[in-house]
Structures are given as C-alpha cells and as structure tokens.
C-alpha cells in the first residue's frame, strides 16, 4: 500500500516547487537531509547546483486550544535551506552565496506563499471552500542559537562540513484528522426568548408545543403579551435621547415608547428634590403606537410638573393595560431629567 500524501507533504512540495519557480535550470531544488543533499550535488554527470529543504522541526500552531480531535488542527515547520555547489565546469566560487542569496531574495519578496495543488486538498485539511486547492503559508526567517545549528549538522553522520544555511519557519500547515466531525449545516430558524425575569429562565428551554401561539406586534388587533416591557426615549430634535435638561417652566416632554402595537405603558416622573427626598406625579398611560423608536408613530407627549425645589426627574416605564399599570410588571429602561 503506498504512503498517502498529507498535508504537510503538500505543503514542503509547495515550498520546493515556489522556490523551484525563481531558478532556472542551473539550480535543483530538493527535499531531503543535507547528507543526501550533498550526494546529489557531487552525484556522477551532476550539471545543477543543489538548494535543499530540511524540515527538522514540528511544532503546534500556539492557537485553536479549543479544537477537537475530530477537527483539523495547524501546526508550524522549522525548515533548513541550504546550497550544495554541483562539480560543473566554469562554476562561480561564489555559486552558494548566490544560491541561498537568490532564495532569500525570494522569500522575502513573497513572505505569504500560495500553496497551489492540481488535486484538492488531502482528507478534510480545509473544507471551505469545497474541493478547495489552494491555501497559503506565510514564510519567516529565524535567527535559532548556533547550539541549534551545530545539533543539525553533527547529527548528520560521514563527513560532512558545516555550511551557510537559512532557517525559515512555514505557518500555518493544516493536519487532517482521520475521521473529520460532520458540522451541523447553518439554521433555518432561530428562536430569541427574552423574559423579564429569572424565574423561568433558571428552568431552561421551553420547546414548542401545542399551546404555543405566535404573539404578532404589528397588526393592531392582537392583545399584547403581558411579559413584555416598554422601550423609551427623549426625542430633541428628531434625536433619541435618554436625558435632558429641562426649565423649572416646563410642562410636557416629547418621549418616543416602543412595544406591542395596541399596547400601553405607564409612565410615570418621580421628581427628587433639594432636600432628597421624592415628589412622584402621577402615573400616565400611553398608548403604544410603534414597535420601533424611529417610527414617528411612537412619539407621544408626556406632562410635566415640575415641582420648585425640583433638582432631578426620572422617568420610569411599565407595561399597563385597561389604562393602569399591569401589576407586579417589571420596570423598562429609565430616562433622566435635569432641571436648569
């Protein structure tokens, strides 16, 4: 059974055949560890220099901490690029400077590789788009110790002599689980319950049953919901608002309340004193015209008294029905009034 390809062999065939790209036939690039590398490049009839590929380290990508085994993981490379003059007539004495030079060069002019394959992408490495065949790897050149360096060559074996190479690291290479985790396919529908309270919500989901209706907001013949709550601002000057300030003379205030069509809310201003204590007017019912604030038709007039020690007003909203607050209804979002 032969070996299959991987992805990560997909990868540092890209890397070899990128850099294959910017050299002519005077160069041959090679996978393999630099003994065999240099074999080639003093092999028999050799008429190519040699730039070789040593992939020496593997390491996790430092991300995706939350993936699964049955999810594609990513993983970095540390690779060794490194020359072997060939034993052709009328070489340059230069012929590796200008080898690993040239691939610097390379590198450097294109630090994100497109990684280009004819078949699609092995197992389930990246399935977005489907039967993708491309993806990119971004090239970094790294400084390691000398002590790193050294441990390479001298674990080579024979005789061969230490020479000027270029550690680049390769990121990010995707590895393919065996068995890839079927993801769900996107919704079609999505349910938001929002409840005014902790009390059901402690209970958990509620899933659809015979009782269940649909509560429309917009047709102004269904009775509202009872576990709703108004929404409400100041509007200045076609502005929404959630505080202003206000003359000890004033008497109304424009207030957009959003909700249930055909609904109401009470409104009611407690006004707190210099003194610190509170004077509340009385509460007032409005009728619910919009389920947007934006919508003019939710706009309405709510009155004013102000009393003469006045400092600070705070409006407070709450659903209501037959024109008195629903009891025991929780409390919507707060407005704030200033007396100048």
Do not use: C
């Amino acid at each position: 059974m032969p070996v299959p390809v991987s992805s990560l062999s997909v990868a540092v065939q890209g890397i070899a055949d990128f850099l294959d790209s910017h050299f002519g036939e005077e160069v041959t690039i090679t996978v393999a560890h630099p003994q065999r590398a240099s074999e080639i490049a003093r092999g028999a009839g050799v008429t190519a220099h040699v730039l070789n590929i040593f992939a020496y380290r593997v390491a996790p990508s430092g991300f995706h901490a939350d993936l699964g085994a049955d999810q594609t993981q990513f993983i970095r490379i540390n690779t060794l690029l490194t020359p072997f003059p060939g034993d052709i007539d009328n070489a340059a004495d230069d012929a590796d400077m200008r080898i690993l030079g040239h691939a610097i060069r390379a590198l450097q002019s294109h630090p994100v590789l497109p990684i280009a394959t004819e078949e699609p992408l092995p197992g389930a490495a990246i399935t977005e788009p489907p039967d993708r065949k491309a993806y990119r790897l971004e090239g970094i050149m790294l400084a390691p110790p000398m002590e790193e360096i050294n441990h390479i060559w001298t674990t080579q074996g024979g005789e061969l002599a230490y020479r000027l190479s270029a550690v680049y690291e390769f990121a990010l290479i995707p590895i393919e689980p065996l068995e890839p985790r079927v993801e769900a396919a996107p919704p079609e529908t999505l349910i938001i319950d929002t409840l005014p309270n902790l009390a059901r919500a402690r209970a958990g989901f509620q899933d659809l049953g015979p009782d269940s209706h649909v509560a429309p907001v917009g047709d102004g013949v269904t009775p509202p919901p009872v576990n709703w709550t108004p929404v409400q601002m100041f509007v200045v000057g076609g502005t929404l608002i959630n505080a202003i300030s206000v003359p000890g003379t004033a008497t109304e205030a424009t207030v957009a309340v959003a909700g249930p069509a055909a609904g109401e809310a009470a409104l009611q201003v407690i006004w707190r004193l210099g003194d610190d204590s509170e004077s509340p007017q009385a509460v007032q019912i409005i009728p619910v015209g919009a389920p947007l604030l934006d919508n003019p038709d939710a706009q309405a007039v709510l009155t004013l008294a102000v009393p003469a020690s006045a400092v600070t007003g705070t409006v407070r909203a709450q659903p209501a029905a037959s024109g008195a607050p629903v009891p025991d209804s929780p409390f919507g979002n707060a407005l704030t009034l200033t007396v100048t």
